[in-house]
């Protein structure tokens, strides 16, 4: 009964997964595409939404093959006691990695943009203990906040939205200019900022409703998620001319800096204060997933204690010597990681699927 009780709805479902998806990229995307697919960046961004969407449909295929058992439960069973134990430590050291990531993406844009004398790891710090007095109840809580807080995104997108009116749409004319093999590099770079469909692996068992349903929910969630970075990074290229995106790291604050109103004169700051609410709620589910995973596959009771520990190695991680140059390779190199951990490695786990149905109706 308490299983029942603690279970997530749809409509929840889909906030935690729009809250885990957007996050930090949010202010980097339009110049992370651009460097490699042009102005047709924002195709790449669909493109990379289409693959997310097909992503979702593997992933769905193999998690109603076990309803009621996470991805750490079942794939033991599925690919063996020692692939299926390594395949979760790696999802495992995939979720603490990204939360590090987004961490330390976070803590450069706050530094340089609000508190540039503020000690970095006393930005990490107070955004990792907020995000653990979350990240340690159970998933009902997190989703309940994460649909209330879903309300700032209301803002961020008519706050996006209004440049629209003052730039130039020809900017991203010609279409197709850069050509297909750039989106395609575009696209990979895109992969990691729409990274968060996969924590259906882990929270399956804890929805309500029918297999179709839960497909449905995360497919219309996706492409909300997707057609938000696409009006991003279009806003951004109408703004801005090619030669100035080429030098912005962060073209969403500084387009938003060009605007001022009667009531905020720094439409900048505004954004950044509702971007942090949204950034936590994406480091908080990575947490929550990663933890979950540790207390499933070492069968720990107490996964308050567990939750700090990785709140703990995400922290130290984050607080490792690095700069922007660093965070960019690093950020290249974890999109590769990405893909093979959310596009690559479900294919095979697919194909395991269908086989031991194969067997099982044979037998």
């Not at 540039?116 to 107070?126: G, Y």
């Not at 107490?302 to 607080?319: D, E, G, H, I």
Request: net charge positive.
């Amino acid at each position: 009964m308490s299983v029942e009780k603690d279970r997530i709805s749809k409509k929840q479902l889909a906030f935690f997964t729009i809250q885990t998806a957007i996050g930090e990229g949010a202010l980097t995307v339009p110049y992370s595409v651009y460097s490699e697919a042009s102005m047709d960046g924002w195709i790449s961004m669909l493109l990379a939404g289409f693959a997310s969407h097909l992503a979702i449909i593997l992933i769905w295929m193999i998690c109603r093959t076990y309803p009621k058992k996470t991805m750490i439960e079942f794939l033991p069973q599925m690919a063996g006691k020692f692939a299926g134990h390594l395949i979760s430590v790696l999802y495992i050291i995939y979720f603490i990695g990204i939360a590090s990531v987004v961490l330390m993406n976070y803590c450069r844009i706050i530094n340089a943009w609000i508190f540039p004398t503020t000690p970095k790891w006393v930005i990490m710090t107070l955004m990792m203990v907020t995000s653990y007095y979350l990240a340690k109840e159970k998933l009902k809580i997190i989703a309940r906040f994460e649909t209330l807080v879903s309300i700032l995104l209301i803002i961020i997108i008519i706050l996006i939205i209004f440049p629209f009116s003052k730039g130039n749409p020809l900017y991203i004319f010609p279409i197709g200019q850069s050509g297909l093999s750039n989106m395609m590099k575009g696209m990979r770079e895109a992969v990691i900022t729409l990274a968060g469909f996969e924590l259906l692996l882990m929270v399956y068992p804890q929805v309500k409703g029918k297999d179709g349903e839960i497909l449905k929910t995360m497919l219309i969630s996706y492409t909300f998620v997707t057609l938000f970075y696409v009006i991003i990074i279009l806003s951004c290229f109408m703004f801005f001319s090619p030669l100035e995106l080429k030098i912005i790291p962060e073209p969403v604050l500084y387009m938003l800096k060009a605007f001022s109103f009667r009531i905020v004169e720094r439409s900048d700051l505004l954004f950044l204060s509702l971007w942090v609410v949204i950034v936590m709620t994406s480091i908080v589910n990575y947490v929550f997933l990663a933890s979950t995973g540790i207390t499933q596959i070492l069968k720990i009771d107490n996964s308050s204690k567990v939750t700090l520990l990785v709140v703990a190695v995400c922290l130290l991680l984050a607080l490792l010597p690095h700069n922007f140059l660093f965070i960019s390779k690093l950020n290249k190199w974890f999109s590769y990681f990405a893909l093979v951990m959310i596009y690559l490695i479900p294919i095979p786990l697919l194909l395991m699927t269908i086989l031991r149905g194969r067997r099982k109706a044979i037998e």
